[in-house]
């Protein structure tokens, strides 16, 4: 960290202080912290630095930056301007190299606050004989978004209780200027209509001024509370974020069925419940996450291999083309498997990307093993199930005529495991799931990576070997590495399952941020 305690504040006054969030030798992500020490509101700010040879800028966010050889420049994003006495805001940044910052500015003073004036101007310059035009000044460049590739997470409804997660943990953790889009999830499929999941949580449910992303708290007469208040007030505050509400998931796709039998009216309920004047403007669009067209999840479908294809052209044609339209998919690369169910090449002209769920291929709920990585990127000597990795889906899907831009890799926020295991490598016999805080054989990252650190890695991801447990998961390095696989790939980005499992400062996110974008 690079700061410099403040002197005693003038009437108007600035520090800015560096911190690296994030290091992984060859690059690092970096935040820059604001904050108004003076007695009068600061108007504005303009940030200068240098950086020495060899460490370099890739990325920014919430600021505008600049370059000029080694130098930079960075001026507040417009809404982030005004700050009161004693008040701070940051912006964020991702770069290469080890260096530090040196020669920092704010407002033209010193950084650490020593008030020290720049130099006297000349009292009595010489006057140019011939002065050169000024050449048209350079456009002020506009607030760079996290980047071209997709950075999606889910958001589970039902975090607000027993996992304690809220719309603002987002903000907090640093996560929300490195999303792209969020999943809301879920919504029902019920009696051929979209309809609302839990009431209470999305629309409902009163926060204080402390839990709320915009520091103001909820009254008891006001429209809209909830997740969805606080989802709306999280897109004021980073507008580049994108929404939308996933409908089905495991436990809630039964409903596809009986609603394909009237696509146009399904379609239609859809649309009225996103668009509801009470939250009108929150969603960007819909996410359908049948699990799965023609084939068997918690229930079976028999509706026929063109049945996906037929949901996506109705949607569309409802939804038009300013609304997102997605579908989270199976990752089954297997011959005959789920990916050959239905007809996923065939319905992806009407979307906008599917997000592929390469991971849960395998874990506790084979509770005698043997033991594997739930989410492997590639086939290894000894994988129990032929066509259970991402590669073979991501295979598939573009044999189908998928376009690659239109997948994107699916990340788990959690480790899978089993209990009973004697040995350390891939392959050992087990006795059942591992205990875990919410559900046998499945815990969070933000856990399992502190109570049951790596071991080893295998396809591209982590397992870990502690007393009798066996787990697997991905961590910062193997998520890096799998964003490098997805750009080779040509893919759109990625997404993850859920927000939530990641730590407190938002580790995972970074990573698939930073490996998308570095």
């Avoid at 980047?147 to 607000?160: A, D, H, I, K, R």
Wanted: hydrophobic content about 35%; proline content about 7%.
């Amino acid at each position: 960290m690079v700061a410099l305690a403040p002197s005693a504040q003038a009437a108007e006054g600035a520090t800015a202080t560096f911190a690296r969030t994030a290091d992984w030798g060859t690059g690092f992500e970096a935040k820059w912290t604001i904050k108004n020490t003076g007695d009068t509101t600061l108007n504005g700010w303009e940030l200068e630095w240098d950086f020495p040879a060899g460490t370099s800028v890739r990325s920014h966010w919430e600021a505008k930056v600049t370059k000029d050889g080694n130098s930079y420049t960075a001026v507040n994003a417009g809404w982030n301007g005004t700050l009161a006495p004693g008040a701070s805001v940051s912006f964020g940044l991702s770069g290469s190299g080890a260096g530090d910052p040196s020669g920092c500015l704010i407002n033209g003073q010193p950084c650490d606050g020593s008030g020290e004036p720049d130099p006297e101007p000349d009292p009595d310059p010489e006057p140019d004989p011939d002065p050169e035009p000024d050449p048209d000044p350079e456009p002020e460049p506009e607030p760079t978004p996290p980047g071209e590739y997709v950075n999606l997470g889910y958001f589970t409804e039902w975090g607000v209780y027993g996992r304690d997660y809220h719309v603002k943990d987002l903000v907090t953790s640093g996560s929300a200027e490195k999303l792209t889009h969020i999943n809301y999830s879920f919504g029902n499929v019920q009696g051929g209509e979209c309809t609302m999941g839990d009431a209470y949580a999305a629309t409902d449910k009163a926060y204080t001024a402390a839990e709320s992303v915009d520091g103001k708290a909820d009254t008891w007469d006001q429209p809209l509370r909830g997740n969805f208040n606080q989802l709306l007030k999280l897109k004021e505050m980073y507008p580049h974020i994108k929404v939308l509400w996933s409908f089905g998931g495991w436990t809630w796709s039964g409903g596809f069925t009986d609603a394909m039998k009237n696509p146009a009216a399904f379609a239609s309920s859809c649309y009225d419940l996103l668009h509801d004047p009470r939250w009108e403007g929150l969603f960007d669009g819909i996410d359908l996450d049948w699990e799965y067209p023609n084939a068997c999840g918690l229930s079976c479908d028999e509706s026929g291999p063109e049945v996906l294809e037929d949901m996506m052209r109705v949607f569309r044609a409802e939804f038009g083309d300013d609304q997102l339209l997605t579908a989270a998919i199976t990752a089954d690369g297997s011959d005959g498997g789920k990916l050959d169910a239905a007809d996923y090449g065939g319905a992806a002209q009407y979307i906008d990307w599917y997000n592929v769920m390469t991971y849960d291929y395998f874990g506790g709920f084979n509770k005698n093993g043997p033991t594997a990585p739930h989410s492997p990127l590639t086939a290894y000597d000894g994988i129990p199930a032929e066509g259970f990795n991402s590669a073979a889906a991501i295979d598939k899907l573009k044999a189908k005529g998928v376009p690659a831009d239109k997948l994107l890799l699916g990340i788990g926020f959690y480790g899978r495991g089993w209990t009973g295991v004697t040995q350390s490598a891939p392959g050992g016999s087990a006795t059942g799931p591992a205990p875990a805080t919410h559900e046998a054989g499945i815990e969070d990252y933000k856990v399992i990576s502190e109570r049951c650190p790596v071991t080893g890695t295998i396809a591209g991801t982590a397992y870990a070997h502690c007393g009798n447990e066996w787990w697997s998961y991905d961590t910062p390095a193997t998520i890096d590495g799998k964003m490098d696989w997805a750009k080779q790939q040509g893919l759109g980005g990625a997404f993850f399952w859920e927000t939530s499992g990641d730590t407190a400062d938002g580790e995972l996110i970074t990573a698939i941020h930073q490996g998308l974008n570095g």
